[in-house]
């Protein structure tokens, strides 16, 4: 019995999803510990095809309770979506909880998110989706945001709109922004409230008695460290920590409950949004990855920046995670790659750096690549270490030599049984 932190370990988009869905069919609880809908999660198996954006990973296992922890921000629409398309599956979500001090996304967060992103100077545009995180966590930090504790006390939700409305109406009308009133708040809170009232409490005695009673626990993370608030490309981030730090504080849980740390890592590298990002391909191989790798966000289906694993900024996130194993995705979109690369040092001002740089200087960082043969052969039938070619192997050997970390998991496609434990 285990809790087990599952993160992002570069820019999002690493296939957390088809891990925590795998992982949750031994699993008695996960938890999503941070973050919005401003990320999918693509995940298949026998019941279909789905994009969670908010929901976790592990609500296709009936007996595995699901909670959204204190960490997140909720968009209750956004989740009505997602848990009327699952149910339409047959999926049952009666398991599914919401963490009563998790702040809520209301119509004005993304609004504002949208106006705010596009007010920005050419170059300087975050990559935003525009689904109110940002706008939402800035509430929360300034201590005037709604919980969804607040929508089951219609007084307390009240005086709180009453509070924070005149300054939202001020800046909506400076973008010019038709302003918001009291009742429309109310009227969609008293909606939200009547569908997930029952589902709105306080999970820390559910996860309590979990990890007490020695229960399988998966902590399931949205996006990558390089998009962490603290930690990544700053200010082309999120507005939470997509970290193994974060998975403790986010689920309420402390570090020293954590088992392992499982670090999530494309064998290649992807990134939606903006920022630096040193490897991307801008050539015949970028386009290769992204449209045999059918790179475009489950979120926004924006086309993904590809470019080639980067052990930099992995060996970077493997640090401040802390990971005690890696999960490797995607194996078979390099099948028919004749020639693989990998990034093991960055020229930045004429000198060669291996330590992960600041924002500004990964702006200037010029990719230094070791080169490998490709295996040129099919790896989506493999089931075991043994069943992939040498050429393979020693790739992910090599990757897990530069990350700092062993590699437990590979998967070769994106069917649940498509993975292989080492």
Request: glycine share 10%; with cysteine; proline share 5%.
């Amino acid at each position: 019995m285990s809790v087990t932190a599952i993160v992002g370990a570069q820019w999002g988009d690493e296939g957390k999803g088809r891990v925590v869905d795998y992982l949750a069919q031994k699993a008695e609880m996960v938890i999503r510990f941070q973050g919005g809908d401003n990320a999918g999660h693509t995940v298949i198996n026998d019941k279909g095809k789905f994009a969670l954006h908010i929901v976790p990973s592990g609500i296709f296992n009936p007996k595995t309770v699901c909670i959204v922890g204190a960490g997140t921000v909720v968009n209750f629409d956004t989740m009505s979506v997602e848990l009327d398309t699952v149910k339409a599956a047959g999926v049952s979500v009666d398991n599914l909880f919401i963490d009563r001090r998790a702040h809520l996304i209301l119509p004005f967060h993304c609004l504002l998110d949208g106006a705010e992103e596009a007010s920005k100077k050419s170059g300087w545009a975050v990559g935003t989706t525009k689904r109110g995180i940002g706008p939402c966590y800035s509430d929360k930090a300034n201590r005037v945001g709604i919980r969804a504790a607040d929508i089951l006390d219609p007084e307390r939700l009240r005086v709180r709109l009453e509070m924070m409305l005149p300054q939202k109406n001020r800046q909506l009308s400076y973008y010019g922004i038709e302003e918001v009133t009291i009742e429309d708040l109310m009227n969609l809170c008293s909606k939200w409230r009547d569908r997930y009232g029952e589902k709105i409490i306080d999970t820390l005695p559910l996860v309590k008695k979990a990890i007490l009673s020695k229960k399988n626990v998966v902590l399931e993370g949205q996006l990558g460290i390089m998009r962490d608030l603290d930690w990544g490309i700053y200010p082309y981030t999120t507005s939470s920590n997509p970290t193994a730090g974060g998975a403790s504080n986010g689920a309420g849980i402390s570090p020293r409950r954590i088992d392992e740390i499982l670090g999530v890592l494309k064998v290649y590298s992807t990134s939606v949004g903006g920022g630096p990002f040193p490897t991307e391909l801008l050539d015949a191989d970028g386009e290769k990855l992204r449209t045999v790798g059918s790179e475009f966000g489950a979120t926004t289906g924006r086309p993904r920046r590809c470019g080639w694993f980067d052990a930099v900024a992995a060996s970077f996130s493997c640090w401040v995670n802390g990971f005690t194993s890696l999960a490797v995705t995607k194996l078979d979109i390099l099948d028919s790659f004749e020639t693989l690369k990998v990034c093991t040092g960055y020229m930045v001002d004429g000198e060669l750096v291996t330590d992960l740089p600041d924002t500004a200087g990964q702006e200037r960082a010029i990719p230094v690549y070791e080169e490998w043969e490709g295996w040129l052969t099919s790896t989506e039938n493999a089931r075991t270490w043994e069943e992939l070619p040498p050429k393979a192997q020693a790739y992910i050997n090599r990757l897990g030599e530069l990350t700092g970390a062993p590699v437990k998991f590979i998967s070769v496609g994106p069917e649940r049984d498509q993975i292989i434990i080492r």
